[in-house]
């Protein structure tokens, strides 16, 4: 049984591997198949988004005939801001340009809220994963993580939004937390959780 987590980001597979560390199956990543996607995430939704994603990959390993005993999962995640109406959301990877650094992005996130107060700077991050079996079976979680937006960066764990994302039940930004403390309560560990009990009762996957 294999995993392909239709992704590249070497910071996302650490957090994917170590929470499907106990499912009986080996774990890839498109750049360890020397797989490249050019979906265009053109959804609305971060669902939509994710279901391009498998469904791409899907297209790509069955034309080879490489689907047995393959279940292919992506996600689209992203931060929604409650004072920028939910920006950036769906285009939180592409907000100031894809290639843009994370430290220019959140120091700009910063500076526009940079008046609002407290109790109005409330954010999410949210995660919606999806899954496609060998039979073309498609399958869908969500789920987020609620906190708000810091004053000013914290931390250097984590990747992209994660040092402006503050956690007042934990005292830091999930960018001071271990990989192990995020795993536990992140959106995308939360939602990674959700799809393996959905994929263990379908009898697709199976735990060491």
Known sequence: MRIVFATGNAGKMREI?????????????LRDLRLVSE????????????????REIYDILSARGEMAGTVIMAD?????????GGAPG?????????????KIKNAAILTQLKDVPEEKRGAAFVCHIAAIDENGRIYNAE??????????????????YDPIFYLP???????????EEKNRISHRGKVLRIMKDILRKEEILTMR
């Open 143 to 160: 789920d987020e993580m609620r906190g708000r937006i810091a004053w000013e960066p914290a931390g250097r764990e984590g990747f992209g």
């Open 17 to 29: 591997r170590d929470i499907l560390a106990d499912v009986d199956a080996e774990v890839y990543s």
């Open 76 to 84: 689209d995640s992203g931060l929604c801001i409650d004072a920028m």
């Open 90 to 102: 769906v285009h939180s990877a592409r907000f100031m340009g894809h290639d843009t650094d994370y």
């Open 39 to 54: 979906a265009d995430e053109t959804g609305e939704t971060f669902a939509e988004n994710a279901v391009i994603k498998v």
């Open 169 to 179: 039940e934990m005292g830091c930004t999930s960018g001071q937390l271990s990989e």
